[in-house]
């Protein structure tokens, strides 16, 4: 398991959980609970052939729609994804499906499977959408059912807690969020929406977020600070980190906001707007569906909405987490409006941020102050986030291409080999491995002699 270093930066005597997991397990959604997609691990390749076999350490038949990203801990890897490629025929038909394989040669172990739910709240062979989080013999995942389930590593379940019958949520569209862990308790973002027609919030006082006890499942505080003010779904994941000498659980809401609630407690400490105040939806309104990074005392996250929806305007904040209150002026260090709607989770690594858009767009900016130096068209939309792996960033998109650049302030394009088919994912680096997953197969990159 990777260390956790903790870290004092002078500036506004701010205490941090940072973390590099380097070249051992990435055993959660962006690898730490500050979420920044950076590994320090060397050797990957930049080139490899899905048909030659090069750079192929192994393979795995998925479903044939992959949305979840895989976690690597224990010698085992994990993804979401249908069950259309079902291996089980005591469970037939649409499933979401998080199957287990072995990490060192991609031998399939197990699955954790459950049936739809049906209708606009389920939405058909979308299939596990949440990355697990792997703490010892125990995970943690959001089923397709808007359940978090707690399973130990052979598949054997511990709890499942139903947020729709205990928390009264009403999902849209999918349950996708991630789960992150602090002391004893894992929180989740809780997926409640609109109703399908994009009418109203069935569930206004619903939580958006819940904080829940890891040993009983129980849930130990929630909030609902969305309210009814949801403009479609929440589709968003929270980061941890301390700043101020407090904890915080960061998310980016269905209203448009980036919240932060103390991590033991669940008070409310501050809370940011992403849109102009003359934004209206669906236009130039925004939801945030990306994962917020906490590095040293700032929130980074960019606003966006369902990659299906067209293309619009965006925005990509630093947000100062010292601040209390309705922090939308006094909190914001830096605006970047060169960005289209985004779904990704920003990289930081070298004083630089790379972050793309479903436009297909990667922007390189300057960390401490939003400078664009530049930004890279993939001409193919982009629903995962980009990856900095030993000074190289990870991109792929929808034509199943994977761009590498170097992570530096000039542009500089290495290469872009072929994933065969789209990548909705983004890659995990572990143990001198790439993960990598396109529509229905799971591919182990690793340097062959």
């Known amino acids: 398991m990777k260390a956790i270093l903790l870290v004092v930066f002078a500036v506004g005597c701010c205490l941090l959980i940072a973390s590099d997991p380097a070249g051992g397990d990435w055993p959660m959604w962006g690898g730490s609970p500050d979420r920044n997609m950076v590994s320090s691990m060397q050797g990957i390749p930049t080139t490899w052939d899905i048909r030659a076999g090069k750079n192929i350490k192994w393979v795995a038949q998925l479903g044939s729609q992959t949305y979840g990203n895989p976690v690597v801990a224990g010698g085992q890897v994990y993804v979401g994804t249908n069950n259309a490629a079902a291996r089980n025929p005591k469970e037939p038909g649409d499933r979401g499906v998080l199957m287990c394989f072995r990490e060192s040669d991609g031998r399939f172990l197990w699955q954790h499977t459950n049936e739809k739910l049906g209708g606009k709240i389920d939405w058909p062979e979308t299939g596990v959408c949440s990355s697990p989080l792997v703490e010892g013999e125990r995970l943690y995942y959001v089923s397709n059912r808007c359940e978090l389930v707690c399973l130990d590593t052979h598949g054997k379940v511990i709890w499942k807690l139903d947020m729709r019958k205990e928390l009264g949520v009403v999902p849209k569209n999918q349950s996708s969020s ?145 601040k209390r209150g309705d922090i939308t002026t006094t909190g914001r260090v830096w605006r970047y409006d060169g960005i ?110």
């Open 340 to 449: 289209k709607r985004s779904v990704s989770t920003a990289a930081i690594a070298s004083g630089l941020l790379f972050i793309a858009d479903t436009t297909g767009n990667l922007h390189c900016l300057d960390v401490n102050t939003g400078k664009p130096y530049w930004t890279h068209d993939l001409l193919a939309a982009v629903w995962g986030s980009p990856m900095v792996i030993g000074g190289k960033v990870y991109l792929g998109d929808e034509d199943g291409d994977v761009a590498i650049f170097e992570a530096s302030k000039v542009k500089k394009l290495i290469a872009t080999p072929s994933l065969g088919s789209t990548v909705y994912s983004t890659a995990v680096p572990a143990h001198g491995t790439l993960f990598l997953a396109n529509r229905s197969q799971l591919f182990a990159i690793a340097q062959k002699p």
């Open 178 to 322: 991630s789960p992150v862990a602090y002391g004893d308790l894992v929180f989740v973002g809780t997926s409640n929406g609109r109703d399908p027609d994009n009418r109203f919030v069935p569930a206004p006082r619903a939580p958006s977020i819940v904080a829940v006890d890891k040993k009983t499942g129980r849930p130990v505080w929630q909030a609902a600070d969305a309210g009814a003010k949801i403009l479609e779904g929440q589709w968003v994941s929270p980061a941890i980190g301390t700043v101020g000498g407090v904890v915080q659980v960061v998310i980016g809401e269905g209203d448009g906001c980036v919240r932060s609630y103390e991590a033991l407690t669940g008070k409310k400490l501050w809370e940011f707007d992403t849109n102009p105040k003359d934004a209206a939806w669906p236009k130039t309104r925004n939801e945030v569906i990306g994962t917020p990074v906490i590095w040293q005392y700032k929130v980074y996250i960019a606003n966006g909405q369902d990659p299906s929806s067209s293309s619009g305007p965006g925005h990509l904040y630093a947000i100062d987490a010292s």
